[in-house]
């Protein structure tokens, strides 16, 4: 019996286990890539994204509403043959993305949302997305804000909001799905170019390619705990 037991414990001391990490978005720009990381607890919005990327939906899609200290828009697939001078922002894929709020996920400079027009349940566009630049806020405005809201903020998202920025105004109304974790320097570039009345860039800002980046396995020493 001793035997086995030193046994037991020598594998569960050198055995190993795999995670998967976050799934990732990169889109190519003119100006270099935007690297997104996609929450795991908005599934539907992370599995209609990745799905959409690798239909190549996005590929020669613009940038057509981009605002300084707020956010940057795009993926109308209306807008790959656009005009200079058409309106863009009516693009769809037909559905909608059932609306995923979670208080964790606020819109935070870099936060990754999903565009929707004004239908009651708030869901999300099947293809319309953007990136939060923003800008900081107080106290003051984080505490008017809540009061519209179910939800409070915690001292550690007040203190992002104060330090880095965002649009809370928009928390619980849209879906935040993600992050940037590469690139915000060119989401800046592209929020700043000169724009026409109606927040469209006046040159062209396209994503040359969007493409998914695969998880990969972990790997990890399991350490054992328990007393055989």
């Keep these: 019996m001793k035997k086995l037991t030193l046994s037991l414990l020598t594998l569960a001391l050198s055995s190993t286990f795999s995670f998967a990490q976050r799934s990732k978005i990169a ?8 690297v997104m990381e996609l929450y795991d607890e908005t599934p539907k919005h992370r599995d209609n994204m990745v ?5 190549h939906f996005f590929d020669s899609t613009l940038f057509h509403r981009c605002i300084p200290g707020f956010v940057i828009q795009g993926g109308d697939p209306n807008s ?20 995923e709020f979670n208080d964790s996920a606020i819109h935070k400079y870099g936060a990754l949302g999903m565009a929707r027009d004004n239908n009651p ?28 809201r179910s939800a409070k903020y915690s001292a550690s998202q007040r203190e992002v909001y104060k330090t880095k920025g965002g649009t809370p105004n928009l928390d619980g ?6 992050e940037v974790i590469e690139g ?39 350490k054992f705990l328990g007393i055989f």
């Design 27 to 34: 889109i190519t720009t003119e100006y270099g890539k935007i």
């Design 173 to 178: 109304g849209y879906t935040v799905f993600g």
């Design 80 to 99: 790959k043959n656009a005009a200079p001078d058409a309106m863009l922002g009516n693009g769809e894929t037909g559905y909608r993305v059932d609306a």
């Design 51 to 55: 799905k959409l990327t690798k239909e």
């Design 184 to 222: 915000m320097d060119i989401v800046e570039k592209i929020a700043n170019e000169p724009r026409n009345q109606m927040d469209r860039p006046n040159k062209d800002i396209r994503m040359l390619k969007v493409e998914v980046i695969e998880p990969k396995a972990v790997k990890k020493k399991k």
């Design 121 to 148: 349940a708030k869901a999300s566009s099947g293809c319309q997305f953007y990136i939060v630049t923003g800008k900081k806020v107080t106290d003051e405005t984080l505490s008017f804000i809540e009061q519209n």
